[in-house]
């Protein structure tokens, strides 16, 4: 007998449309016969990892045979006092997503409605509509968030709101009068997730403070990742910063040993070693700048960013392009599924990496 299994399935999940990373190298060389591919794709860190961090990994491997401590006792101190937060504020996770995940799953129940933006990062409706949320989606303003919009789309069943920022794939941000506008507006019973998976590149005088924020609304909760300015992405670690009541939550709905051993102790040494993250930051500003001034020249448009990416409107089918990128052995990002269909989205790389993009586009745009 043959049964369609798909049936049994959760309707919340058989309807999901399934998350499309960004394409690796090794596929594109095996696809195309080519050497040398460079990927632009992820927002990952050309840097790469603090070499601290990396002998702290290949250390830890040597007790691979011990389960990890559930509870991530040394990183929450080392997290602690680098925030000067209470540990018992924290909650870590295997990637800022299993953090969003848990978030859902603590307080996001069947018909439960969540407010998001636009243009907000993938990963975000798909968990909503997998708890079985309703998925409120309001226009964004300028790319951006439109925060009196959002505030207008409130209601009883609303348990959620999230923000990104600064925005991927849009690289937008929210300021700290905007976001104290909507604190201020909403009702206490709403909690607010603010998305800072690039915080640490922001140089802004009026990006918000949020951890001071916090003390005044505890219905702030914050994520924040080591995938991007510490760039242990292949680790998956990512946290949480919120009230104490907030996280004794997540901690019950998180699983044990969630975060694996090597990952946590190398993010221990990430943090210690804050002369990478400045390098890091110091390369993506010169980035940036080269990625600006050549799109400048080459008469692109592009949407100002505070993150370690930028958005580019190619003004034609983004796909096609993309794929004539591929040919040159340049991965970016195409952004079809947020429906932004003549933009790609471009992670800042490497000096000689973005060189080799700028003329790789200039190429297949005929510029």
Do not use: W
């Amino acid at each position: 007998m043959v049964f369609d299994y798909k049936l049994l399935a959760n309707n919340y999940i058989s309807s999901l449309t399934p998350y499309q990373p960004g394409k690796p190298i090794e596929e594109l060389e095996r696809e195309l016969g080519i050497t040398s591919a460079i990927k632009l794709a992820s927002n990952e860190n050309a840097l790469g990892p603090s070499p601290k961090a990396m002998l702290a990994a290949q250390n830890a491997l040597l007790k691979s045979h011990f389960y990890p401590d559930g509870g991530c006792f040394l990183l929450k101190q080392t997290l602690a006092q680098f925030l000067n937060v209470a540990t018992h504020q924290l909650t870590i996770g295997n990637g800022s997503e299993n953090i969003l995940e848990i978030i859902m799953k603590s307080y996001l129940s069947d018909g439960d409605a969540a407010v998001i933006s636009q243009y907000a990062f993938l990963t975000i409706p798909l968990l909503i509509k997998s708890h079985g949320g309703e998925l409120i989606k309001v226009s964004a303003l300028n790319y951006s968030h439109d925060i009196p919009g959002m505030i207008a789309a409130v209601t009883e069943k609303t348990r959620l709101i999230f923000i990104v920022n600064p925005n991927n794939p849009t690289g937008t941000y929210t300021t700290d009068h905007d976001l104290k506008l909507l604190l201020e507006s909403i009702p206490s019973n709403v909690l607010v997730v603010l998305d800072e998976a690039y915080h640490e590149y922001i140089k802004k005088s009026d990006y918000p403070d949020t951890l001071k924020l916090m003390k005044t609304y505890p219905n702030l909760l914050i994520t924040r990742t080591f995938s991007k300015v510490y760039g242990l992405a292949a680790l998956r670690l990512g946290y949480a910063i919120s009230s104490p009541d907030i996280a004794d939550i997540l901690n019950r709905a998180r699983l044990p040993f969630n975060v694996n051993s090597i990952a946590a102790i190398a993010a221990e040494a990430a943090i210690l070693d804050q002369d990478h993250v400045k390098r890091t930051v110091i390369m993506n500003n010169e980035g940036m700048k080269q990625l600006e001034e050549g799109l400048n020249k080459l008469q692109m448009d592009y949407i100002p960013s505070l993150g370690n990416f930028i958005t580019i409107d190619v003004k034609t089918n983004a796909n096609e392009v993309y794929q004539k990128l591929l040919h040159q052995g340049v991965i970016v990002r195409p952004l079809i599924p947020y429906e932004m269909m003549t933009h790609l989205r471009v992670t800042i790389g490497t000096t000689d990496q973005n060189e080799r993009f700028l003329k790789s586009l200039k190429l297949v745009m005929g510029k």
